[in-house]
């Protein structure tokens, strides 16, 4: 093998090693989809939110929910609160960057709501200032972080580390735990065959 296929190969041993030890934090991804469900079933809706590639995780996500993921049924209320560029660069200049998402929960989060919020370090202020308001909203809390589960860990309902350090790797499975919830939720929400 030359040397570009042996980090190939390495690389794919690595993200296939961390895929085999998401099974320890089955049962939060499960707490996950549960609350995603129960949130959707009583009218309520699912927001995300992150920084960088995690914004375009939170973007993929909430596109799973109001699209379709695996099956034909009608759309599931989701949003991620990082494409409206207009609301973020005022309330960022205004506010501070901390407070792109805190705000957009204030006025368009509701007691029931679910906000999924991605960050690798578990440290995003903007993420933790989301998190703070939406505890004092009612709005159920899901983190999904690194092995570091920083500041969103004592602000999350639950909590879903994935077991490595490295950002790449995390986000990698992190939207395979995306995945799984949406598909959970879509599983569960979708009307019954006839």
Known sequence: ????????????AETARLMGRLEGIASQVAQA???CIAALSC??????????GSAADAQHLAAELMGRFLYERDPLPALALTINTSALTAIGNDYGYEHIFARQIRGIGRNGDVLVGLSTSGHSANVVKAFEVAREMGI?????????????EPLSDILIPVPHGQTNHIQEAHITIGHLICGIAESALRPPRR
């Not at 093998?1 to 794919?12: G, K």
């Open 140 to 152: 159920v809390t899901i983190a999904l972080t690194g092995a570091t589960c920083g500041a969103l």
């Open 33 to 35: 989809a549960d609350a």
């Open 1 to 12: 093998m030359n040397n570009s296929t042996d980090v190939i190969v390495a690389y794919f």
């Open 43 to 52: 009218g309520g809706k699912v927001m995300f939110c992150g920084n960088g």
